[in-house]
């Protein structure tokens, strides 16, 4: 079964600020001081692979179940999270710290054991259907803060 990230307003700001501060450091320098060929398209492509990667990042987000392990995928990064070594799942309001893969502040954070940061924060779109299916396949996890 699969998950996808809810988007909010508040992201949506924060990616369209930091790709106008990404544009602004990449390409307002052959604005004001010109460029040869090789210098205006080594801009233009870091722009481009900058800001295409941020979007991989940010818009191919999913979370799937599998038949023994979580699997979250936020462009490159991706993490598999054994069913068994889930501890408890917690809301949380907290995206800018921690390892996370979400687009939204309405978020859920899962902590596990033996992951390098002890937890990862996502923001299933369906927060109602993703947590009752983790708990049908954990169910021994504490949820702190659910009914």
């Known amino acids: 079964m699969t998950f996808r990230s809810k988007v909010d307003n508040f992201f949506m700001l ?7 501060i990404i544009g602004a450091v990449t390409l ?5 001081a010109g460029g040869d060929l090789p210098t205006v398209l080594t801009l233009i492509s870091t722009f481009l692979f900058t800001i295409g990667l941020i979007l991989w990042c940010t818009f191919n987000v999913k979370y799937v179940f599998y038949e023994d392990f979580l699997f979250v995928q936020g462009g490159p990064f991706r993490s598999r999270i054994p069913y068994n070594k889930i501890i408890k799942i917690a809301p949380t309001t907290e995206i800018l710290t921690g390892y996370r893969i979400l687009t939204s502040r309405d978020a859920i954070e899962i ?6 940061l002890g937890s990862v924060k996502i923001s299933p779109e369906d927060q109602i259907g993703f947590i009752a299916e983790l708990k049908k396949r954990c169910p021994n996890i504490y949820k702190k803060g659910f009914q």
């Open 14 to 20: 924060f990616m369209v600020i930091v790709g106008l």
């Open 28 to 32: 307002l320098p052959l604005y004001f």
């Open 111 to 116: 902590f596990y054991k033996f992951s390098l």
